[in-house]
């Protein structure tokens, strides 16, 4: 489906965002959409993100990875799946910690594909690459949760779609472990008080309709019945969610990267100057090898990384999510940048799909946590075999 069905509505469907409101799908945006999923759902290809539930197909991370990596190849081919982020992420949290009520209300139609949602931990006032940091007040009134503050960088707000957010908010309390001092918090996106400011803009790009926004909560007032598990259990939530969110956008970075390489082998192979195709140009050849060699070492540990949260021991299983969060972006965004010069001036153009994968693939270098703090974790984690002394 990725390759005969939706590839060839991309430039299409891209060129729509133009048209009219950027904010709103157009008729034709929503027709593509719609029609594909359409497609997916009666083919029974849905939800696979579902690892190891009843609800969903079962597969495990590994098996997920390899469809995950075509869908990558696609702008639209995680969504028509119902695969995309930060709904699977989302999706997963109403799952796991959920109640019957916020399942029937909000899981149902994400399941469905009927609604999206998006995940607000990031704020601009604080370096959010730590956590603990987080600052938005969330206070106890009654029968209510009362929030204020801001929150920036809230993938998918933008949407028309998205009905709810899901919010990490600050719940201080002395007598708690510094990693048990927030909360999560569900806050339908029409309650009042919310306030979307304006659109982040990724290297000049919006992203409409899908969008990154910067977000202000006024006194918003939700029912306590919407914070999830319990004050204290926002780290607890967040890490069951960014685990599996984090591993599904490197494989996707490998299939992104697939693409590139084989865009650029295409192009090398269908031009020529100073009298020899351009693939035998210069170091041309090496590019190509390199370029290979690295999408498949990064493959490798991607699945090793998704073998390890098959064994079901987060912890064991974290490093290795690290390690791949920090090597599948970077391998994307060099193979991706080789793509990109090989093409010439055409390669940073609208008239490619590089230049909007390469500022996709950089970004992945910030979210879900900046490459530091995830070598941060991979270096404890190795020196923690050496010595008893916390690191
Ligand atoms: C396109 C995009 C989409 C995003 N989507 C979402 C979303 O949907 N929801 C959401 O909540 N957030 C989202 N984010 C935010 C993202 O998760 C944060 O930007 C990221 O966690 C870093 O936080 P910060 O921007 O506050 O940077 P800071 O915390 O200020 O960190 C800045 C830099 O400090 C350095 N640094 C930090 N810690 C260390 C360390 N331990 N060792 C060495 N150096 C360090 C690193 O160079 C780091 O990049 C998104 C970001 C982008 C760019």
């Avoid at 904010?23 to 959409?33: A, D, K, N, V």
């Avoid at 970075?253 to 090398?268: D, F, N, P, T, Y």
């Avoid at 490798?300 to 064991?316: P, T, V």
Wanted: proline residues 4%; glycine residues 8%.
């Amino acid at each position: 489906m990725v390759q005969e069905d939706i590839l060839p509505l991309e430039e299409e469907f891209l060129a729509e965002v133009s048209v009219g409101d950027r904010w709103q799908y157009t008729r034709r945006q929503t027709e593509i959409l719609e029609g594909l999923k359409d497609k997916a759902k009666a083919a029974g290809l849905w939800n696979f993100w579902l690892t190891d539930s009843a609800r969903g197909y079962g597969l495990s991370t590994v098996e997920y990875a390899y469809l995950a990596e075509e869908m990558g190849k696609a702008h639209l081919g995680a969504e028509v799946f119902n695969c995309s982020a930060p709904d699977t992420g989302n999706m997963e949290v109403l799952e796991r910690y959920g109640t019957e009520a916020h399942k029937d209300e909000w899981l149902k139609p994400l399941l469905a594909g009927e609604i999206r949602s998006a995940y607000l931990m990031t704020e601009p006032d604080v370096a959010s690459a730590d956590a603990t940091n987080i600052e938005m007040s969330c206070v106890r009134d009654g029968d209510d949760y009362v929030l204020n503050g801001e929150k920036w960088w809230s993938s998918g707000a933008g949407d028309p779609r998205c009905s709810i957010y899901i919010v990490m908010v600050a719940s201080p309390d002395k007598n708690r472990h510094k990693h048990a001092q927030h909360s999560m918090i569900l806050v339908p996106r029409d309650t009042k008080g919310v306030e979307k400011l304006r659109a982040m803009q990724v290297y000049g790009e919006d992203d409409a309709p899908h969008g990154h926004l910067h977000m202000k909560f006024t006194d918003v007032r939700v029912p306590a019945s919407n914070l999830l598990l319990g004050e204290g259990c926002g780290f607890e939530i967040a890490q069951g969610r960014l685990g599996p969110g984090r591993i599904h956008h490197c494989m996707r970075a490998i299939g992104q990267a697939e693409r590139a390489l084989e865009l650029m082998c295409k192009r090398s192979l269908s031009r020529e100057a100073f009298g020899k195709k351009i693939a035998k140009l210069g170091g041309n050849f090496d590019i190509i090898a390199n370029c290979r060699m690295e999408i498949e070492q990064a493959r490798l540990l991607c699945l090793k990384a998704a073998w390890m949260m098959d064994q079901g021991d987060k912890r064991a299983a974290a490093p290795w999510i690290s390690q791949i969060k920090v090597v599948a972006p970077l391998m994307a965004l060099k193979v991706t940048d080789e793509a990109v010069q090989m093409f010439g001036g055409q390669g940073i153009s609208q008239d490619t799909p590089l230049a909007k994968q390469w500022t996709h693939v950089r970004t992945l270098r910030l979210a879900d946590g900046p490459d530091a703090v995830h070598r941060m974790q991979v270096a404890r984690a190795e020196l923690k075999k050496y010595t008893q002394e916390k690191i």
